[in-house]
């Protein structure tokens, strides 16, 4: 048992240790040798750039109380896409997590659990929108993306 274990350890070492070398020495336009997930393309089937385009998730699932009687809550989580590249922008966004958070919750809070029911979703989209762009100095949100939204009693 003792040698096999010594033996992982020492091929995991050596899978290390050549990564890094190659990392170190490879030239900076190479190709990635490889990747891990997905194909390379946008769900309309257009291909996308490595490294052109991140999604921003960091404001994670909200689960947020409804207005009115009786009680519901709505569950949503809202991300969107940022140019990989702009790295102050991505600092700012990460800066604005709070402030997403709390924009949503007060927007998704005031809605009753008929309105929420009956949410026209782009409508959403479009004043969540424009609230999270009010805030941003060093770039804009094109589009967001709603993902598990949800009406629960």
Do not use: C, Q, W
């Not at 050549?18 to 190709?31: N, R, V």
């Not at 140019?83 to 700012?92: L, S, T």
């Amino acid at each position: 048992m003792y040698r096999v274990v010594v033996a992982v350890i020492l091929l995991l070492a050596v899978v290390l240790i050549t990564g890094s070398l190659y990392g170190a020495f490879k030239p900076k336009d190479s190709p990635p040798l490889f990747r891990i997930g997905g194909d390379g393309e946008k769900g309309r089937g257009e291909a996308v750039p490595a490294g052109d385009i991140h999604v921003f998730s960091g404001i994670g699932r909200l689960r947020i109380p409804l207005a009115g009687e009786p009680s519901a809550t709505i569950i949503i989580a809202i991300s969107f896409p940022y140019p990989a590249d702009d790295r102050a922008f991505a600092e700012e966004l990460a800066s604005r997590i709070g402030d997403f958070r709390s924009i949503a919750t007060e927007y998704f809070a005031a809605l009753s659990p008929e309105k929420a029911a009956a949410l026209n979703e782009e409508t959403a989209k479009a004043e969540i929108l424009g609230r999270y762009n009010a805030l941003l100095r060093l770039g804009k949100i094109e589009t967001l993306y709603f993902g598990d939204l949800m009406v629960v009693d």
